[in-house]
C-alpha cells in the first residue's frame, strides 16, 4: 500500500478554478499533493476525516503591507487564521526592500514598521531574512517604486533625474532577477504624486523583459478616477506588463455611484490589455492619516498618533469637538497619523467584489494599535458574508477570486489549485459556518469556520489555535498565467 503524510478524506474539493465542488480524498506528501480521488487506499500517518467540509486552495492575499511584520511576528496569526496561506508584500510604492534610508521614514512607508525594521538593502537580503524567520505564510513581494525613489533621490517632493531613474532601475532589475513579482506604485501619496508619468513608465520598462506585473494605487481614487486608470494602463504599455489596479474603488462622497462606469472602462481596456484589479469586502480604506482626505461629511476614526496617542479609537469629528477645532486643525495637530476613512459607497464595493476579474486582497495595517478590521476578517468576511448570506457571488466563484485567479495574475507556480504535483497549501473550511469576527469596535478577532490550515504540506492552524508549525517561505516570481 502506497503511503502519504496526510490523508484528507471525504472532503468537498473546491479546486480553484471555479469548478463546482467534487467530494475526494486528498492526499499529502513532502508537502506536495500526491493524490485526489473519490476514494484513496493510501496509508498515512495523519488522516482528517473532512465529515464533507469544503477543501480549498490555500488563500492568496494579494494586497498587504506585511513586509516586515512577517519577520518580526512569523506565527501570522492574523491571515493565518483566515485561511490565507500566502501573503504577496510591497504593495502601494512601499516595500521592505530594496531600501537604504538616509533620513527620516517617509509616509506612508512608516505603515511597514519602526526605521530600524528597514535593514534590507538588497531584495535577496530581504529574501534570506523571510526564509531565516521561517514564518507560517508564504511570502511574494513587489518592489515599492516609493522604496526606490527613498534610496536614490535627495527629496520626494519632485520628479526624478534621468540619472536617477538609471539607477533606480538597476535596482529593479537586479530585484527581479532575485524573484521579485513586479514594481509597485503609490502615486496617491506624496512621496510619489511628483513623479511624473514618464517617470513611473522608464520604470516599468525592465517588466516585460521579466514577465513581472506592475501594481498601483492609482494616482486618484476620487473624481480624477477615470485619468488615473488611463496613465496606469500607459504605463503597462510601456512597459509591456500587466497591470494589477489595487484596491479598486470609488472613493468620496462625490465619487459614489461610478462603479458600473469604472468597470465598465476596465473591461474595455482589458480586451487589448492585461488589466487586472484586487478589492477589500468593506466600505471603509485605511492608511495614514492625509489632511487632502479631511471631508466632514465622511467619518474618519483615528488608528494611532504619534503626538496624540490618546485618540487612537476616536473619530476625527469626537476629537475636533473636544479641541474646539474644525476636524481639518485637529487632522493637523494629530500628524502623523493613521485613519480609517469610511469613504466607499456599499453598493459600488459590491459591485466591484462581484465583478469575475476581481481577486480579494486585505490591505491590512498589521502595525495599527486598533486595525481596520479587514486584517482579521477580508477573507471570511467574502464567503460568509457576501457569498453564503447575501449571494453576490458562488462558493466556487469567492474560491476562485481568492486562489487560481491570483496565483495565474502573480505568477505563483504551482499553487493556487489543487491539483496532483502542486503545493500542499489547503485551507479545510464549514461553508455552513464560516464567518468574520472582527468588527470596526472589536478589530483583533479570529474569524469562525476555518477547520484546519496546512502550508506546504505542514498542519499550521487548526480552530484551537495555530499549532506552532511555520512551513512557510519565500516564493520567487514564476510565469504568470492570464486569462482574461
Known sequence: MQSCDTLIRKAAVMDGGGAPAEWMDVGIADGRIVAIAPS??????????????????????????????????????PKLSQGVTTVIVGNCGISASPATLGGALPDP??????????????????????????PAVNVAALVGHTALRNNHMDRLDRAATDNEIEKMQAQLRESLEGGALGLSS????????????????????????????????????????REAMEESFAIGRAGRAPVIVSHLKCAGVANWGRSGEVL???????????????????????????????????????????????????????????????????????????AIYHSIDEADMRRILAHPATMIGSD???????????????????????????????????????????????????????????????????AKRVMDTATFSEPVATAKGISRVWVNGELAYTEAGATGSRAGRFVARGKTDWVQ
Not at 480549498?56 to 503591507?65: E, K, L, R, S
Not at 496617491?188 to 516599468?204: C, F, I, P
Not at 472602462?265 to 492625509?290: H, K, M, N, W
Not at 486598533?370 to 466563484?397: A, I, N, Q, S
Open 364 to 430: 491590512g495595517l498589521p502595525n495599527d494599535p486598533r486595525p481596520h478590521p479587514r486584517l482579521w476578517g477580508t477573507f471570511p468576511r467574502v464567503l460568509g458574508r457576501y457569498c453564503r448570506d447575501e449571494k453576490l457571488m458562488t462558493l466556487p466563484e469567492a474560491v476562485r477570486k481568492m486562489t487560481g485567479l491570483s496565483a495565474q495574475r502573480f505568477g505563483l507556480a504551482q499553487r493556487g489549485l489543487i491539483r496532483e504535483g502542486f503545493h500542499a497549501d489547503l485551507v479545510l473550511f464549514d
Open 109 to 134: 512607508m512608516n505603515l511597514l514598521g519602526e526605521r530600524e525594521g528597514f535593514r534590507y538593502g538588497t531584495f535577496a537580503e530581504y529574501a534570506d531574512a523571510v526564509n531565516g524567520a521561517r
Open 186 to 225: 503609490g502615486l496617491a501619496y506624496l512621496s510619489a504624486n511628483a513623479a511624473t508619468t514618464e517617470e513611473v513608465a522608464a520604470m516599468a520598462r525592465p517588466l516585460g523583459e521579466y514577465g513581472a506585473v506592475y501594481t498601483t494605487h492609482m494616482r486618484s481614487e476620487t473624481e480624477a478616477i
Open 264 to 338: 465598465g472602462a476596465l473591461d474595455e481596456a482589458r480586451v487589448s490589455q492585461q488589466i487586472g484589479f484586487d478589492c477589500y469586502p468593506y466600505a471603509a480604506g485605511s492608511s495614514t492619516l492625509d489632511l487632502r482626505q479631511v471631508d466632514e461629511r465622511v467619518r474618519i476614526a483615528i488608528t494611532w498618533s504619534t503626538p496624540h496617542s490618546e485618540m487612537a479609537g476616536k473619530t476625527l469629528a469626537e476629537i475636533a469637538q473636544e479641541w474646539g477645532v474644525t476636524q481639518l486643525e485637529a487632522a493637523k495637530r494629530l500628524q502623523p497619523a493613521g
Open 40 to 77: 484513496l487506499a493510501l496509508h498515512a500517518d495523519s488522516v482528517v476525516e473532512a465529515d464533507g467540509l469544503t477543501l480549498a486552495p490555500g488563500f492568496i492575499d494579494v494586497h498587504t503591507h506585511d513586509d516586515l511584520y512577517v519577520i518580526r511576528r512569523p506565527e501570522m496569526l
